[in-house]
Structures are given as C-alpha cells and as structure tokens.
C-alpha cells in the first residue's frame, strides 16, 4: 500500500486507503457522510493532506483521543490534522445526525471546540 493512497476523513480524521473508503466507507461517519461506493463523496469529504497520525486503540480510555476529540469513535489510525474544506452539504449532513462539526484543519477557535 502506498501512502499516497491514504486519506483522511474530514470529519471524524481517520486514515485509510482510499480503496477502504470506496469499499466500506468511513467507520465513523458513513451513516451521514455515505462514502461507499461514491468517488465524488470520497473526494469531497476526505483529503490526501494531513500531517501527523495516531493510532488509538482505546478511544474511550486514551488521552490522545480526547485531545483530538476521537471518544466514541471506532479504534485506528488517525490524523492530528486534515487539511481541506467540508462542503456545506456534508456539514448540514453530520448537524443533521447530531455531530457537532468541528473543522479538524486546526481553524476551530477555543469556543468551537
């Protein structure tokens, strides 16, 4: 696997192969966000330009995973940051199905978060 195919999510920031995503979607946020099988989605709501990663494999019980805001989501590989801009429509998306979206570029303000 190449790491010019990973991507992260920009909601939820984790990385997978691009292929994971066209296969099985996001693990977090496919309810919304519906990746599977949608190269446009993938595009739209993941990006190729991220820097950092950790890898929780307790996000209920991790530190790291409260710092980067991952409580609740499943265990894996994440971005500490994901550069790129949600577009508007996945944004009314994730509001819709209760998930504060909270811009992971490192562009939320202190009150945002």
Known sequence: MSLRSLRACMVCSVVLPQAKFNREGCPNCEDFLELRGNSDAIQDATSQVYEGLVTVSDPQMSWVAKWQRLQGYVAGTYAIKVV???????????????????PRDGSATTDEQ
């Open 84 to 102: 790129g801009v949600l577009p508007e429509d996945y944004i009314a998306a994730a509001q819709a199905a209760g998930i504060n979206y909270i």
